[in-house]
């Protein structure tokens, strides 16, 4: 609850509501702010580059999930730079998971502090790569199945166990709960006296069951993926 307030505050203070879905263009190119991160997205691939002082990294994703990634010291040759000196506006407020044909890529870290790197993945595979200043990596996001069912009861199973209850009632999930791999998003409906709140609440399998996570956490630390992150960590 904490992570969406501090969202909230930080897109209202910036003039924005969040956004109810990812919007899509032709291409895009942005810089996160204070990191000295950079990226173009294309139909084609989905780039990005860093570097710290000793230096130069980037990775360019392609349709088809891989993932190519560079690290040279500084002043190499070739070197990894697509675009030196290259900076562009910092979208991720406004569009808090910016998407270009089969990509997106969401933010790591919080939006109320600062945001210190992304992942970009195929949205429908999760195969991608993380960046932050100085950092690269292959990332997988949903793991080969089989997977725990993507069920209400599955999921309902999960909150009863973390919050020590034989059951839910009069709270509940409601329709529209999403799963990705090992991790999932629901809406709980919580119920209490005459009053209902709409809570939403992230899940990751552990130990082969659904437990609930902490959505703080997987949401800043760029888990999430990309399929279900919006509604996970940019709603509210």
């Known amino acids: 609850m904490r992570f969406r307030l501090a969202l909230m505050a930080a897109l ?10 990812a919007a899509a263009s032709s291409s895009l190119r942005f810089t996160i702010a204070n990191t000295g991160v950079t990226c173009a997205m294309t139909a084609a691939s989905a780039s990005c580059q860093t570097a710290t002082a000793s230096s130069t990294i980037s990775a360019t994703l392609t349709p088809d999930g891989n993932a190519a990634i560079c690290h040279q010291p500084q002043g190499a040759s070739p070197g ?15 569009n808090p998971e910016p998407t270009v044909g089969r990509f997106a890529c969401i933010p790591i870290g919080n939006f109320a502090a600062s ?9 429908a595979t999760g195969k991608g790569f993380r960046i932050t200043t ?3 990596a292959r990332v997988n996001q949903i793991s080969p199945g089989p997977h725990h069912p993507c069920t209400r009861a599955a999921l309902t199973a999960a909150l009863e166990r973390a919050y020590r209850k034989r059951s839910l009632a009069p709270s509940y999930i409601s329709r529209g709960w999403q799963c990705a791999g090992n991790y999932a998003r629901a809406d709980l409906i919580d119920v209490h006296g005459h009053v209902a709140d709409d809570v939403t609440v992230v899940f990751r399998v552990a130990a ?16 999430i993926p ?3 992150w919006l509604r996970s960590c940019a709603v509210n």
């Open 134 to 136: 100085g950092k690269v």
């Open 80 to 94: 990894c730079i697509l675009w030196p000196g290259a900076m562009y506006d910092n979208v991720f407020i406004a």
């Open 226 to 228: 990309a399929r279900i």
């Open 12 to 21: 209202g203070a910036a003039g924005f509501a969040p956004a109810a879905v």
């Open 208 to 223: 082969r069951v659904w437990s609930l996570a902490g959505r703080g956490k997987v949401c800043e630390d760029g888990e």
């Open 115 to 123: 945001i210190t790197g992304t992942v970009c993945t195929v949205s």
